[in-house]
């Protein structure tokens, strides 16, 4: 008997393969293949693996079907489905009930949204990080989103790029809105320009800057009160010597006396009030 992968196989692959009524049932009988939905059926054994269980729920859907969201998410490894249902999106009109299934009619999305991994139908990574968005809580989505970078599946720069094609899609906002606070990213001379006022608004006199401080070039370097300041941009894509290095640093610092502090290019630009806040309070103790 041929099978489909993940144990599982369908009547009408059975039929084509030129099993007849008959045979389909007698191996039903015998316990050769075991009822899953309608007309699908493990081959064996009625247990499935994951894969399994999601080959199947994309094949009770039929034509245009594939998985997404959630279950789309933990077969990339970027994330962990919500156990006893199954996320499943048809690319048509369809009212389709399935037990243990939720299924999503979108017949808006576009074909190149979706791929095959491991045989089974599925959204592609970008695809499946904006519906995502539409479900899971900031931190969780966060997560998902550094899993698809250490996979290779999307970097976070490409993904914000990748964003503009789809338009007004539910989730879209949300996760260029996460995506922005990380990636955006000042010149030395606007972060210079956007920092300054804000040292000086919070009481500092005017920092030195691209100081080299016992052997560390830092962004900003206060010597009459021990404080570095360090900023970050396109912290999702460092490489594991970079984050090394900047952790060494940090720690020479730290063991010197010196007090370090870090802010964001997207708090410094956006987050002003926030920024002279913390160095107020910084200085206090200082």
């Not at 048809?90 to 009619?105: L, M, N, W």
Request: hydrophobic share 40%; proline share 5%.
């Amino acid at each position: 008997m041929a099978r489909r992968q993940h144990g599982v196989v369908t009547r009408s692959d059975l039929g084509r393969l030129g099993f007849s009524e008959e045979a389909i049932e007698h191996r039903l009988a015998t316990g050769r293949l075991h009822p899953i939905s309608s007309g699908i059926y493990a081959v064996g054994r009625p247990e499935l693996t994951p894969r399994g269980r999601w080959m199947a729920a994309v094949l009770a859907c039929g034509d245009d079907a594939m998985l997404s969201h959630r279950s789309a998410a933990e077969l990339w490894g970027i994330g962990y489905e919500e156990r006893g249902r199954i996320d499943v999106s048809i690319r048509r009109k369809s009212k389709i009930t399935r037990k243990g299934i939720k299924v999503r009619a979108r017949p808006s999305l576009d074909a190149s949204c979706f791929v095959v991994r491991f045989g089974i139908a599925v959204t592609h990574p970008v695809q499946t990080l904006i519906d995502l968005a539409t479900e899971l809580k900031p931190l969780r989505l966060e997560r998902s989103v550094n899993e698809a970078d250490k996979h290779d599946l999307v970097d976070p720069e490409t993904l914000r790029k990748a964003l503009d094609a789809y338009g007004g899609m539910p989730g879209v906002r949300t996760l260029r809105t996460m995506l922005d606070r990380h990636t955006f990213r000042l010149s030395d001379s606007d972060l210079e320009v956007y920092f300054r006022p804000l040292a000086l608004g919070a009481g500092f006199p005017m920092p030195l800057t691209k100081h080299w401080v016992l052997g560390y070039e830092t962004d900003f370097w206060f010597p009459d009160h021990g404080l570095v300041v360090e900023t970050d941009g396109l912290r999702y894509h460092r490489t594991p010597s970079q984050q090394a290095r900047m952790a060494k640093r940090d720690q020479k610092h730290t063991a010197a006396g010196f007090r370090v502090l870090r802010f964001t290019h997207w708090q410094i630009a956006k987050e002003p009030n926030e920024v002279i806040d913390v160095l107020r309070r910084i200085g206090r103790v200082l």
